[in-house]
């Protein structure tokens, strides 16, 4: 059920919201790792972000992802960072579900074939995230830095960005494998009810 903002139906405003609110719980499920001189968690939020963009596509998709993110930033006390966040989660699950979409024009497609294009298309998304969490990591973090000299402050700024990275690729490769294994449990139900795009 790929969603179209020209077209969208009641029943898509529903299932968007029901995955953003899962995006959003999901958040809670999570551990803090302290990195430099900032935090980072490991959490299954992003996995729902990827279920939401298989199922809906990459608008509605992204719709749910940042929307469930957005909350979680505003209800966790980060809601200075939710706009952002919004837009870094909206275009993880965009992409994912744009790549998949284009990938899997045709018709008919064996199986093993659909799940390495899900599984491409998350790594793919997951990697956007990746990049626009430690670009906006970078600069948080060099405008609210008053560490010792500039070298010294750029050194410490850079170490725990590439911590944050690292912490954020292991979030990454839980929601490639976990949405993947989720999806292919449910899909053929998922396909009668028409709420998924591959």
Avoid at 71 to 78: Q, V
Avoid at 87 to 104: Q, R, S
């Amino acid at each position: 059920m790929s969603v179209t903002l020209k077209k969208i139906t009641v029943r898509q405003i529903v299932i968007i919201g029901l995955m953003a609110a899962l995006c959003l719980v999901s958040n809670y499920f999570s551990f803090p790792v302290p990195i430099g001189i900032d935090k980072s968690r490991i959490h299954l939020g992003n996995v729902f972000c990827i279920l939401s963009a298989f199922m809906l596509g990459p608008v509605g998709g992204g719709l749910a992802a940042g929307i469930g993110a957005f909350f979680y930033d505003i209800f966790t006390g980060y809601g200075a960072e939710c706009i952002i966040t919004f837009i870094n989660k909206f275009l993880m699950a965009f992409v994912c579900g744009w790549l998949l979409n284009l990938m899997t024009r045709a018709k008919e497609l064996p199986q093993l074939q659909l799940i390495l294009r899900r599984i491409i298309a998350s790594v793919a998304g997951c990697l956007t995230y990746v990049v626009l969490y430690m670009t906006k990591s970078y600069i948080t973090l060099y405008l609210e830095s008053n560490i010792g000299e500039a070298v010294d402050r750029s050194a410490t700024i850079w170490a725990t960005v590439i911590g944050k990275g690292y912490v954020s690729l292991v979030n990454g490769l839980i929601a490639v494998v976990v949405a993947n294994l989720i999806y292919s449990s449910i899909a053929a139900a998922l396909k009668k009810q028409h709420l998924s795009i591959s």
